[in-house]
């Protein structure tokens, strides 16, 4: 099994900045890509961006690309989602997630975190 904890959620004003954090534990020799998703009230859960757990691949979504970065560092097997810019439509409950394979699909992760809830103001 595959344990993930997020931190790093709060309450920012729009053109503000965060950080998610995402640990891993357990058998995570098993993990070959992590994910970030978000979850809007009364909305499909959404692709945010991925990394192999080596860091050497990379996607994000459109609505996200060039205002959040994504990051892997192996030796704490913590994976970060810096956010910037940040505008109230990024309010939504964010999740980390880890899989066997690199895909964008939500449905082809294998492990999930709790969430954590992010909410922009205007």
Known sequence: ????VESGG???QA????RLSCA???R?????SMGWFRQAPGKEREFVAFTTWSGSDLYYADS???????????????????????IPEDTAVY????GRIATMYVDSYDWWGQGTQVTVSS
């Open 1 to 4: 099994q595959v344990q993930l």
């Open 10 to 12: 709060g309450l920012v």
């Open 15 to 18: 053109g503000g900045s965060l």
């Open 24 to 26: 891993a534990s357990g």
């Open 28 to 32: 995570t020799f098993e993990i070959y």
């Open 64 to 86: 996200v690309k060039g205002r959040f970065t994504i990051s892997m560092d192996n030796a704490k097997s913590t994976v970060y989602l810096q956010m910037n810019s940040l």
């Open 95 to 98: 999740y980390c997630a880890a």
